[in-house]
């Protein structure tokens, strides 16, 4: 619930402003300030296996890729020169991020070449690192995201709506693509032990 509150109050008030030439739904500067606003209240959840934000975990704006297409207004204010916006939102792990998950895949996969039981848990393991390889190159987010254009003298302000769709969006990214890339880095860093990682919980995370 608190996590909750914390990202309605920052979505509200979150609006990145900019030079704009161009005073339409997909202005680059409003398109930057979505990108932002979206991912930084997606880095603010918490990772409820360490219970740290993911941000402090190593993860950054970089980790995703976010795209925007069927970009159209819905509604104008003229007495306050501003357009209502809509857009479908897609995203998925950045080149870098994956390439960073796939590294730290092999190392991992390396020490648990050294568990006790690897031999007779070897299939789960490997369906574990199977699963979390496949998950890298294919797992997507998809959403819509609302938002307010406000074309000022000199700049154009854009303001991301609090709306079930956005916060919908914002918990699938943290829960569907940074907790899985949380779960590798903490394996990574020794703060989560390998028989926690090669749980049925992680399975699913990686499977669903």
């Given at each position: ?29 409003s398109i930057r300030a979505i990108n932002e606003i979206v991912t930084s209240n ?167």
């Amino acid at each position: 619930m608190n996590v909750r509150k914390i990202a309605a109050v920052i979505m509200a008030s979150a609006a990145l402003s900019g030079c704009g030439d161009a005073f339409s739904c997909n202005n680059p500067e409003s398109i930057r300030a979505i990108n932002e606003i979206v991912t930084s209240n997606a880095l603010n959840k918490m990772n409820l296996s360490t219970y740290k934000k993911f941000g402090s975990i190593g993860l950054t704006p970089d980790s995703l890729t976010l795209r925007l297409d069927n970009i159209h207004a819905t509604d104008s204010n003229p007495s306050v020169n501003s357009l209502t916006c809509k857009a479908q939102l897609t995203v998925v792990y950045s080149d870098k991020e994956k390439a960073r998950m796939k590294r730290i895949m092999g190392v991992i996969e390396d020490r648990a070449k050294g568990m006790s039981n690897y031999n007779a848990s070897r299939l789960f393991i490997d369906n574990v690192n199977n699963s979390a390889r496949r998950m890298t190159d294919t797992r997507t987010v998809t959403g819509t995201v609302e938002y307010i254009v406000f074309n000022t003298k000199d700049k154009v302000i854009t303001e991301v709506s609090n709306t079930p769709g956005v916060n919908k969006v914002i918990d699938d990214i943290s829960y569907k693509l940074l907790y899985p890339t949380a779960q590798l880095l903490e394996v990574d860093k020794n703060t989560l032990p390998l028989d926690r990682f090669y749980s049925k919980e992680t399975l699913y995370v990686f499977s669903q």
